[in-house]
């Protein structure tokens, strides 16, 4: 049986020996140039995995695994160069400022980043259902790997 209380929030098995090395993050990160395969499960209603900027979206489904992928080709510190974004950036600021002024919230500046959102109204928690998402090469991507604790060292022994 799966336990999906105490700090097993995902619902990995713990029995299963493949699910001892799977990271719990925080943020998703993804190597810049190598294809990365989504597989998507949700252990209550569906959701939807969508990543607006990389133009892909799939359901998450209780009871079975839903599966895409992509391979990022533009960093994040590379798409904060483009000139665009530098412009929508510097837009959104702009505005910013002025609610700042005011006194009013949403005043602090932004930082273009990927971000990953729950694109299907699924329940009381969706409004918070967002991760960022930093597209990096190879070799930070494996240093921010390699501080990553596994499942195995993330779980507390049941009480
Ligand atoms: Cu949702």
């Known amino acids: 049986m799966i336990d999906i209380n105490r700090a097993n929030v995902l619902g990995l098995d713990e029995a299963d020996p493949n699910a001892a090395d799977d990271k719990i993050v925080k943020e998703l990160h993804l190597p810049k140039g190598r294809k ?3 597989k998507m499960r949700s ?18 489904v209780p009871g079975m695994i839903t599966e895409f992928s992509f391979t990022p080709t533009v960093t994040t510190e590379e798409m904060r160069l483009r000139p665009e974004i530098i412009e929508h950036v510097k837009r959104t600021n702009e505005i910013r400022a002025e609610r700042a002024a005011n006194d009013e919230p949403n005043s602090d500046p932004w930082e273009f980043d990927y971000v990953l959102l729950c694109n299907k109204i699924c329940g009381k928690s969706h409004y918070n259902m967002q991760m960022k998402i930093i597209v990096e090469e190879e070799e930070d991507y494996q240093e921010w790997l390699s501080t990553q604790k596994s499942f195995a060292e993330s779980v507390q022994p049941q009480q």
């Not at 252990?43 to 998450?60: E, G, I, K, T």
Request: hydrophobic share 50%.
């Open 43 to 60: 252990q209550d209603v569906l959701h939807s995995a969508y990543m607006p900027h990389f133009r892909a979206q799939m359901n998450c």
């Open 36 to 38: 990365v395969i989504f």
